[in-house]
C-alpha cells in the first residue's frame, strides 16, 4: 500500500547559494530598468549640443523639428509597491511531486528580495478548503519585517497541515485582496502559486467560474495588479492570462522569478 510521503519543511527551503543569486539577479535587473534615460529632440530642458544647428537649417516639420534642440533626464522609477504572495497549500500540492517543495521556495525567496531586500511590504497567506470553508494561513503578515526560510517555509507546511484537502481560489484571492487594497502604496501586486484548478466552493457553486469571475473582477477595478505563477502545472494560464509563468523543476524558480518581479515591482 502507497504512503503519503513524509512532508518537513526543510525540504522547501532553498540553498543559500540560490538565496543569494536571485537577490543579487533581481538587483541587477532593478539597476537595468533604473538606469537614468536620456530623451532627446524636446522643446525644453537642457540644450543638446549635436542639435543646435537644427535652428540654421530650412524648416521641417512647419519647423517643429528645427524647435527641438533640447533634451531631458527621466527620473529613476522608484519602489513604492506591497505585495501579497498566496500560496496553494490543498491536497494536491504534496502529492510526492515536489510541488510543496517548490512553492515553498519560490515563497521564501520572494520574501528574500522583496521584503529583505528591498524593503517592499509582503504579506503571504496560503490557502486550501477545510471543513467546508476556506481555510487560510497567514504565514507572514505586512508588518512582521524579517522572517528566515525556516519561518516562511515551516508557514506554508503547517497550513497544508490544516488545509490540505481541496482549494477555494476565489473565496481566498478575495480575503487577500481585501487585505491588500488596505495598503497605501501606489502599486499592490498579487502573486498567485498555484499547482491547477479550483475544486471547492463553500456554498456548492461552480468553483471554476468562481476565479474566473473573481480575477476579472481585480483587474476591472484595476487597484490590484494580478499575477499567477504556475508550480510544475501550466493551469494558472488559463485564470491568469497568457503572461502566467509556471515553474517546472527548481532550475526554473530563479529565471521566473525575477522575470516576474523585474516586470512588476515598479511603480
Not at 521556495?105 to 490557502?127: D, G, H, W
Request: glycine share 8%.
Amino acid at each position: 500500500m502507497s504512503q503519503t510521503p513524509r512532508l518537513t519543511y526543510e525540504n522547501g527551503i532553498p540553498p543559500m547559494g540560490m538565496s543569494r543569486s536571485f537577490v543579487n539577479n533581481v538587483r541587477l535587473a532593478i539597476q537595468a530598468q533604473q538606469r537614468t534615460k536620456v530623451r532627446t529632440e524636446q522643446r525644453t530642458g537642457r540644450l543638446y549640443k549635436r542639435a543646435l544647428v537644427r535652428p540654421l537649417l530650412p524648416p521641417v516639420d512647419g519647423g517643429k523639428w528645427n524647435s527641438k534642440i533640447f533634451y531631458k533626464r527621466e527620473e529613476t522609477r522608484k519602489i513604492n509597491t506591497a505585495v501579497t504572495v498566496m500560496v496553494d497549500v490543498s491536497g494536491s500540492m504534496c502529492a510526492g511531486s515536489g510541488k510543496l517543495e517548490h512553492a515553498s521556495m519560490a515563497t521564501c525567496l520572494l520574501v528574500n528580495v522583496l521584503s529583505r531586500a528591498l524593503k517592499v511590504p509582503t504579506e503571504v497567506l496560503a490557502f486550501a478548503f477545510h471543513g467546508n470553508k476556506c481555510s487560510i494561513g497567514i504565514v507572514k503578515d505586512f508588518n512582521t519585517a524579517l522572517t528566515t526560510d525556516a519561518e516562511v517555509a515551516g508557514g506554508v507546511y503547517s497550513s497544508y497541515k490544516y488545509g490540505g484537502g481541496g482549494n477555494d481560489d476565489a473565496n481566498a484571492l478575495l480575503y487577500g485582496y481585501a487585505r491588500l487594497i488596505k495598503r497605501h502604496e501606489q502599486k499592490r501586486i498579487m502573486i498567485v502559486l498555484s499547482d491547477g484548478s479550483p475544486a471547492d466552493d463553500p456554498n456548492d457553486g461552480d468553483a471554476d467560474a468562481n476565479l474566473l469571475y473573481v480575477v476579472q473582477m481585480i483587474r476591472k477595478v484595476g487597484k490590484v495588479d494580478l499575477h499567477g505563477v504556475g508550480i510544475m502545472h501550466p493551469n494558472v494560464i488559463r485564470y491568469y492570462g497568457k503572461g502566467s509563468s509556471v515553474i517546472r523543476t527548481p532550475a526554473d524558480l530563479e529565471k521566473v522569478l525575477v522575470d516576474t518581479l523585474s516586470q512588476k515591482v515598479f511603480i
